[in-house]
Every structure is written in C-alpha cells, then in structure tokens.
C-alpha cells in the first residue's frame, strides 16, 4: 500500500508564528515525521502580539508547558483584560474584562437584572460585579483559590509577555523535539509544473529544501502564499482605517498592572503592556490623519517611564488572505492577514490557525473540500473579531478630531449594525456559532462605550423588588469579598514567577 501521509513540513519564518507552529506539529506528530524552520537573524521579527488572551493557555497547556517557567522565561505579567480610555467621551475608562458579568439567573444573563437596577439608580457600575473587572484596577491578582462555589476558583486570565523571548522558549521545545532549524535567506521558490504546487524554496546558499506541505510563517510580505502564489488580499482598511504603528519599549514605573491598557488619541489609539522588565508601548494610527513624525510624538510624550529605543515604524493593511490555504501552503500569523492588536487577538489567530492545520491535517491527495472547509472557518472568525474590533471605533460620540468623526459615521458591516441596534433596543446579544468574543465581551464593550440599552429583558420583572435587589446587591458584595482577598499582581508575581534582573 502507498503510504498517502504528508510527512516532509517546511515552515517558512521563524518568530511567535514560526516556532508556534514548530511547538505544537512537533507535539501532535510522531518522531516519523520531518519538520524543518527557516528563518533569517537578519530579518526582523513584527513584535505586536504581546498581550493575549485566555485561549494562549489552551495552546500552553497542550504543550505541557510549566507555567510559572513559562511566565519567568518571557519576563510575563498578567492579565484580567484591557483598559479603554477615551473611547467612547474623552475622559470615559472601562475595563474589558475575561470571564462573565455576575451569576446568571435561570435562562437570563445577570446585566439584565443589573440594567433595571442601574436604570433606576440603585446599581453601581457594572465593573463592580464582575471579579476581573472589579479586581484589575486595584492591581489585584490570583490565578486560583481554592474557595469552594466562589469566583475565586475559577479566574479567568492571560498574560502579557515578550514575544521573541517566547519564540526562543519554543524554539528550544521543537529542537528538543526534532524539529531542524536552517539559519538562511530564501531567495527562490520552485513549483511543479502540473498543478503550481510549491516544490521547493531556494536558499541563499544554493541549497533546496523540499517539502509536502508548507507554512508561511514570513510575515506580512506572505513569500509563499502571496508573492508566489498570487492568493490575494481582502482590505478592510474602510472600517478600520489604521494603517501603522510607532512602538517602543520603556522603563517600567511602579508595578506592574494586570490588565492591557488601550488609550484612544487622535487618530488611533496607543497601547501599554507591562512586563516584568519593561513595559511595552505603540501607537496605531491612520496615516491620512497623522504623520508619522506626529504619531512617534504623541507615542513619547505619553509614555509612563523613559523611552529605551527609537519608536520603530511598522506598516500594514488590514485584512485577510482570499485563501489562508492554498495548494499546498498554509499561511499562519502576519502572512495570512493583519488583525490590529485593538483586543490582544493576533497571537490567538496563529493558535486557532494551528490548532485548524492539525485537525484538517492533509494526506498527500490535498483534499480541496478540506482545504475549502479549513479556509471557511478561518474566513469566518477573521470577519467576526473584525466586526467587534470595527464597533470599538464606531461606538463612540467623540467628534473632536476628523479621525473619529470618520469613525463615528462611517458605513459598518450590517451584521455589526444589526447586533448594535439589538442591544440598543433589548439589552441582548446573540452569539453566531463559534466566534470569538462571546456575549460577555459584546456587553461590556458596548456598555463601556455608552450603548446602553432602552430596556431589558421583560422575564427579570418576575422578581419582586426586594428580590431583584437582594440579588444584584449580593453579586456585588461577593466581588468586594473576592477582590479583598486577592493578593496584589506585584505580590503574586514576586511568590510564584518572578523573573531574573535584566542587566541594564
């Protein structure tokens, strides 16, 4: 019997995506099969992906990776969610937090019974009844506490991290696993004739690398997927304009907070993730609204502590591949699109990415149904993170500056419209199948940027006064509790995984 399996794999590009991709097919596949990276020290490697998402612990976890080695080894901090300042009014804060809003109550999502509260003046704001929420501006964290039925024993967090050092992290798991990294450049590509299908990379060596199946892990230039196989690229740029980012490290002042900060200026919006040892920052702008001297500008004079580089410009679109698999190359991370890093998704779309390889993984007939499935499914969560990441810009009343009043009034995808007027109108959310961000996230966010619903769900009327009020208020007295009992995210940090001095 012929043997049909697909057991020579080339990964094109290093950095997060490339030794991702290395990590996880070197976990899931027997030692039969060849995994071989190349990459150049001499490119650069696009470091936007530091901050995450709860997911990044389902990829850590199936590698057996020890967390608290992990967290050391990155110089990692972590991470309740993400701060929004100015979004919606100058002057406006919210949190997004992970994890839910509340306690449910039967088939009703608790904000429901909060927003007849709320509208009636007798409720707090709804950071107060959510642990993460309510625990990350007060620099607060645990990763879990054995509190029987408490909140408290099942938090939901990520981290922040530095992403080359993560790449190294895992670049030393593949090795120990088999897989062979190259050092070089590819200067040329060979297809077969019959069907274009990639048959090998030329390095500057002289050398050929073979392969069955191929990632394009090469960044946002897409060697395989793009320059060689023509696949094509959806802009998304008319929903969200911008098109580059200013980033730069700096000293850390004070301790480190357990959330992302995401600040809106005026035209775009600036990051802060704190790390162990620095703290990482970058400016996403639109460069029809702001020039790029400005924008390094405005980065700088914002910055907690000193500035330790030059910003460093990055340039991009926003969008996806037509196909993310195509032939015989699947594209991973920057190669198959660029999400802007509004909601800490890019490092999740190289996980979710690998994690579809592996289970559309290909015989050597390269089933077109399952590469027509896989590029459906990955279609389908670009377009859904891209219509949550479209309402951070479109929910807002800011009309001070021409970027944001592009935003405020600009066209949107009628989905994302539909799901605003929705909740505007009833309070409610639906979540479509498999998205990423699920009711908890579409609430806070919307609520954060002044959607507040006419009214709520008519069932919560069947509580009498006293009972609704009873019940909101014990939520809110349980997160008081639980946060009081957390240690600080500085405390938690120095007891379990506090990294080596970085010699300065």
């Not at 899931?28 to 995450?52: H, P």
């Not at 703290?279 to 910055?303: F, P, Q, R, W």
């Not at 390889?357 to 891209?386: H, V």
Request: proline content about 4%.
């Amino acid at each position: 019997m012929n043997d049909k399996r697909v057991t020579n794999i080339v990964i094109v590009g290093g950095g997060t995506a490339g030794w991702m991709s290395a990590s996880a097919l070197a976990k899931a596949l027997s030692r039969d099969f060849s995994i071989r990276l190349i990459e150049s020290d001499e490119i650069g490697i696009v470091g936007v992906g530091e901050a995450t998402i709860p997911q990044i612990k389902l990829f850590n976890n199936a590698l057996d990776l020890d967390e608290r080695d992990f967290v050391r080894k990155t110089q990692g901090t972590f991470k309740l969610g993400i701060q929004f300042v100015d979004w919606g009014r100058l002057g406006d804060r919210y949190i997004h937090g992970f994890g839910t809003i509340g306690q449910d109550l039967g088939l009703i999502q608790f904000h429901h019974y909060w927003l007849k509260l709320f509208k009636q003046g007798r409720a707090e704001d709804v950071a107060a009844y959510s642990l993460n929420t309510a625990a990350a501006p007060v620099n607060k964290f645990v990763n879990t506490m054995n509190v029987e039925n408490s909140p408290l024993s099942n938090i939901a967090y990520a981290y922040h991290f530095d992403a080359s050092l993560y790449a190294r992290y895992l670049r030393g798991y593949a090795e120990a696993r088999g897989v062979r990294r190259t050092e070089g450049k590819i200067v040329g590509v060979e297809q077969r004739g019959a069907d274009g299908f990639i048959e090998s990379v030329v390095l500057e060596s002289g050398e050929k690398v073979g392969g069955d199946l191929f990632i394009d892990c090469s960044g946002f230039r897409g060697l395989l997927i793009e320059q060689t196989l023509k696949t094509g690229y959806d802009d998304w740029t008319h929903w969200l304009p911008c098109d580059r980012a200013m980033a730069v490290p700096s000293e850390n002042v004070g301790p480190p907070t357990p959330y992302t900060r995401s600040s809106a200026r005026t035209a775009g919006w600036q990051w802060r993730i704190p790390l162990q040892h620095r703290t990482g920052n970058g400016y996403v702008y639109s460069s029809k609204y702001i020039s790029d001297d400005e924008a390094a500008a405005t980065l700088l004079k914002h910055l907690d502590g000193r500035a330790l580089a030059d910003p460093r410009p990055l340039r991009f679109v926003t969008g996806k591949r037509k196909k993310f698999w195509n032939k015989n190359v699947v594209a991973i991370g920057l190669a198959s699109g660029f999400m802007e890093p509004l909601e800490s998704t890019s490092i999740h779309l190289i996980q979710s990415g690998i994690g579809r390889l592996i289970s559309c993984f290909p015989e050597q007939d390269f089933s077109q149904t399952l590469i027509d499935r896989y590029n459906a499914q990955a279609a389908f969560e670009f377009e859904r993170i891209r219509d949550f990441l479209i309402l951070h810009y479109h929910a807002t009343e800011r009309d001070d500056t021409p970027f944001w009043n592009y935003c405020r009034t600009m066209s949107v995808p009628q989905q994302l419209k539909d799901n605003m007027e929705l909740f505007r109108e009833s309070g409610r959310f639906y979540r479509e199948g498999e998205e990423l961000f699920a009711v908890t996230s579409w609430v806070q966010v919307m609520l954060g940027q002044r959607i507040m619903p006419k009214t709520y769900h008519p069932l919560v009327d069947n509580l009498s006064d006293a009972e609704l009020t009873e019940f909101v208020g014990g939520v809110g007295t349980l997160m008081r509790r639980c946060v009081a009992a957390m240690p600080t995210h500085a405390e938690f940090i120095a007891r379990t995984c506090a990294a080596e001095k970085v010699p300065g």
